[in-house]
């Protein structure tokens, strides 16, 4: 209903003439594109910053027990819904291709290729899902952050694909010396991977990897040298 009468504002802004629009700020415009003022007038609301409004979506809550969210993944759904689809297809293969040929009655004379027709259902039963956990196991879906305690929450995919809680401070947070692609740090050896640019604040990612602390200390090392020379 709020975008509607949103819309419904930004028509009326665009196709009216402006000597209308001033007028209408008494009488002639909608209900929901005025306000009445601490005096008792009536003024009229900025059109954009009324769609704006509109159109924005809050931001999420905080957790009571692990906090402010600092960050959310944008790739939960998808990682959720590419390891669903590879369990959902070993299952299937675990079952149905022994059935299937029991049924059809299709078989390999030579063992060789008996070997490599099991070998490539293996592959695609058990192999395709451990790599899939393995490579999507440290992928952040939320970040928290606790001022109180100074600790980070990060939730995670486990392997039964449930969320996992990883509580650890910034204290713990090892930066790798080799750029890694499905690693951004570590948190008591535990790998995680967000991404930057998604974090709601540049300074809570700063803050994360010790990147201000880095040019604390950089500065009184500078200091310190200066002062012994």
């Known amino acids: 209903m709020l975008l ?3 819309a419904a504002c930004c028509r009326w802004a665009a196709s009216s003439p402006a000597w209308l629009r001033g007028a209408a700020a008494h009488r002639g415009l909608p209900a929901a594109c005025r306000r009445r003022d601490s ?3 009536w003024q009229v609301t900025s059109f954009q910053a009324l769609c704006v409004r509109s159109l924005s979506t809050s931001a999420p ?3 009571p027990e692990h906090g402010r969210l600092v960050y959310k993944g944008n790739l939960a759904k998808a990682v ?6 590879s369990y959902s297809t070993s299952v299937f293969n675990l079952f149905m291709v022994p ?9 390999f004379d030579s063992l060789l290729i008996q ?5 490539l259902i293996g592959f695609f039963t058990f192999v395709t899902p451990v790599t899939l ?6 992928y952040v879906i939320r970040l928290y952050y606790k001022e109180e305690m100074d600790t980070y929450t990060a939730i995670t995919y486990n392997a039964i694909l449930t969320e996992k809680v990883t509580v650890f401070q910034q204290k713990d947070v090892k930066i790798p010396d080799i750029t890694k692609m499905f690693t951004t740090f570590y948190a008591k050896t535990k790998s995680m991977l967000v991404n930057p640019l998604l974090f709601q604040n540049p300074e809570d990612f700063n803050r994360l990897m010790g990147y201000d602390k880095s040019l604390y200390f950089d500065f009184e090392e500078e200091k310190e040298n200066s002062e012994s020379k």
């Open 4 to 6: 509607l009468r949103a």
């Open 39 to 41: 005096v008792g007038g």
């Open 61 to 63: 809550p905080d957790h």
């Open 80 to 85: 959720l819904g590419v390891r669903f689809f």
């Open 99 to 107: 059935y299937i040929m029991l049924k059809t009655g299709i078989g």
């Open 115 to 119: 070997a490599a027709f099991y070998g």
């Open 133 to 138: 956990h393995i490579l999507t196991k440290g």
